[in-house]
């Protein structure tokens, strides 16, 4: 009888080896998609040094296998602007924020609006230089930033419209501020090297740089035939609050149930409003949030295998980790050893639930979710299975109404 369950044991085992070995992936180049048929062509003449990027293979999971929901009508979604491109511009974050807060306002206010996304990247570089000169050279002064910053941003300087403030010169039609951010990054060196930090001179001198490649924001506009400036515009015409808007994440480096900084980079200015919860909560907040009516901008990593341009759909394949494994240590795992990093910010817009799961619509900014049919409703949107929004998702910010019931227990 015990040989006979010794059996019974090791074929259950081999089974489930079997079982887990289904998914396949191989090499494939890049090929030239949005990226260099579109964006590139427009940016070339500001900087012809992106021509010489290599083409390199990637390892590509192989999604044939799965009828997987990457149509957008199959999807329940809720109302977002069109998508639009931020160009070879590392501001994910604030093209991902803006989309979500236009949202909230036809959500609040059933108002339709196009916000200025490059005002807030103009003020947050601002705001880094500040940062770098009274820290002598040692906090962070990169493109990045996280969706936070963007409410903290239009708290101290208000917002406005796109069509006030586009941030392309020239009749440009993409951004690319390559040449911009390497002229403010050296001139801040040049103040390390120097000793002179002076803010207000070095201020001034950023500012100018910004002007010459992106423009002068404006100091007041005109909106259906009435004045106003960024913070009346915040405040009286789409009438938002910043501080409506909160941090949830889940990582088991720091304690559940409190407030912690992100340790990544992009959270240059060190903010410890995260509301860290479990991942279990987690998930459930982000299903319960969108079925509710709520966006949100997401923050994580999409550079994984399953994270497929070609079909616009993020999986997490068995050769990685087989579903039922994906739980808060795999995720704390990846995260600490770096193969989960802090990549793109992106807007969640709908949802849809196929065979017992959910799948997520997602609104994008970069150019990889571009690269089919422009003329397609698929055009700028990505498709992610709950397990890779589980194990990849770092981060999200939502209306804090949607989470009334967590905030009650940080309260506590």
């Known amino acids: 009888m015990k040989q006979f369950f010794s059996i019974i044991i090791l074929l259950f085992f081999i089974g489930n080896v079997t079982a887990q070995q289904d998914d396949k992936a191989t090499f494939k180049e890049y090929q030239p998609g949005f990226y260099q048929n579109s964006i590139l062509k427009d940016v070339r003449h500001v900087n012809k040094e992106l021509d010489k990027k290599p083409i390199k293979k990637r390892f590509e999971m192989d999604q044939t296998l799965y009828e997987v929901p990457n149509k957008v009508k199959d999807y329940k979604s809720y109302w977002a602007n069109p998508v639009i491109s931020q160009g070879n511009a590392g501001t994910c974050w604030a093209f991902s924020t803006v989309s979500f807060l236009e949202s909230e306002i036809y959500r609040l206010h059933n108002k339709k609006v196009k916000i200025s996304e490059i005002y807030t990247v103009y003020w947050e570089y601002v705001e880094k230089a500040k940062s770098f000169i009274n820290t002598r050279g040692k906090s962070l002064f990169s493109e990045g930033s996280e969706g936070n910053a963007v409410t903290r941003i239009w708290k101290k300087y208000g917002t406005v419209p796109a069509a006030t403030y586009s941030g392309l010169l020239h009749n440009r039609k993409y951004h690319t501020h390559a040449q911009m951010f390497k002229e403010m990054e050296a001139y801040l060196k040049s103040l ?93 907040t982000v299903k319960d949030a969108i079925k509710n009516g709520y966006t949100m901008a997401i923050g994580g990593d999409v550079s994984e295998a399953g994270f497929l341009r070609s079909t616009q759909v993020a999986m997490i394949p068995k050769f990685d980790i087989p579903s039922a494994y ?87």
């Open 192 to 284: 390390k090297e120097s000793n002179a930090w002076n803010e207000e001179e070095a201020i001034a001198t950023i500012k100018d740089i910004m002007n010459h490649y992106i423009g002068k924001p404006p100091v007041d506009f005109m909106v259906d035939g009435k004045k106003y400036t960024p913070q009346t515009y915040l405040k009286d015409y789409i009438n938002i609050n910043p501080d409506d808007y909160v941090e949830i994440l889940s990582y088991k480096q720091e304690p559940y149930w409190k407030q912690c900084s992100y340790d990544v980079p992009d959270n240059w200015w060190l903010s410890k409003d995260y509301y860290n919860v479990p991942l279990d909560i987690f998930m459930k």
């Open 326 to 412: 994906i739980d808060e240590y795999a995720r704390q795992f990846r995260f600490s050893n770096k193969t989960t990093t802090d990549d793109h910010g992106m807007h969640l817009i709908g949802y849809t639930e196929k065979d017992g799961i959910t799948w997520f619509l997602v609104k994008d900014s970069s150019s990889g979710s571009r690269n089919n049919d422009e003329n397609a409703p698929e055009f700028g949107f990505y498709f992610f299975h709950e397990d890779y929004f589980k194990l990849k998702m770092m981060d999200f910010t939502v209306h804090k109404d949607a989470v009334k019931g967590i905030l009650k227990k940080f309260e506590k």
